[in-house]
């Protein structure tokens, strides 16, 4: 079962542009993270934002989050071709005790040089 | 120590034969997961062994059987699989729930029923 959607599901842009994922959620959660996924490779983890802050950053990446509309961003500012990969949103899911880690959908950035 | 590691990297089976995935961690980690990825899609959660315990199963077929032996191993035995099986598996780790920690990745079995 897929908790999250997001979009766009592609983005093409230029080096040093900025890219923006979004990405939705169905039920309550206690934190949601961001995962990169280079081509066929495992998945590296970029942030965490817990269910009571609301923004959030990490060196070039921004996260946002809004409970009341259950959505969050990524933000990637002044992005360079090695940033061309599919980024996740992740969640963890009511119960909160089952450890349960839901991915969304995906965007797959591509960034031109 | 960082790592969670995957054997074997690439996996050829046929629909009559049994094989097993490895997955080692040694994070101290208490949850460890597979989850099955198909191109171009999410990873799709199939188990989670909390405390060396199946806590959850996804509805995942029979011919799939997850064992944990120990606290930093998890295997993931195959048996009579179908061509649709052939995915992307992956193995992750975590502290659980609760501790707002991240996921720890491995790269993958990228294995092919045929």
């Known amino acids: 079962s897929q908790q999250g959607e997001e979009d766009p599901q592609a983005l093409s842009i230029q080096e040093g542009e900025n890219a923006t994922m979004n990405c939705s959620y169905k039920t309550s959660i206690n934190n949601l993270q961001w995962y990169r996924q280079n081509s066929g490779r495992g998945l590296v983890h970029l942030i965490l934002i817990r269910s009571n802050e609301r923004e959030k950053h990490s060196g070039r990446l921004r996260v946002t989050l809004d409970t009341s509309k259950k959505s969050s961003s990524l933000l990637i500012t002044a992005s360079r071709a090695a940033d061309t990969a599919s980024y996740f949103c992740a969640t963890d899911a009511v119960p909160y005790n089952t450890d349960k880690l839901i991915f969304g959908t995906g965007t797959r950035l591509q960034v031109f040089p | 120590d960082t790592e969670v590691t995957q054997t074997p990297k690439h996996l050829v089976m046929g629909m009559t034969n049994k094989k097993s995935l490895k997955c080692e961690q040694h994070m101290g980690h208490r949850a460890m997961y597979w989850y099955k990825q198909k191109a171009k899609k999410p990873p799709e959660l199939m188990f989670v062994?909390?405390?060396?315990?199946?806590?959850i199963n996804e509805s995942v077929p029979s011919r799939f059987s997850p064992e944990c032996p120990n606290s930093s191993l998890l295997n993931l035995h195959l048996h009579a699989l179908q061509p649709e099986d052939s995915a992307l598996y992956l193995c992750?780790?975590?502290?659980?729930?609760?501790?707002?920690?991240?996921?720890?990745f491995g790269q993958g079995t990228r294995l092919t029923v045929v």
């Open positions: 992750a780790s975590s502290q659980g729930f609760g501790e707002n920690t991240e996921a720890f």
């Open positions: 062994y909390s405390y060396e315990k199946l806590s």
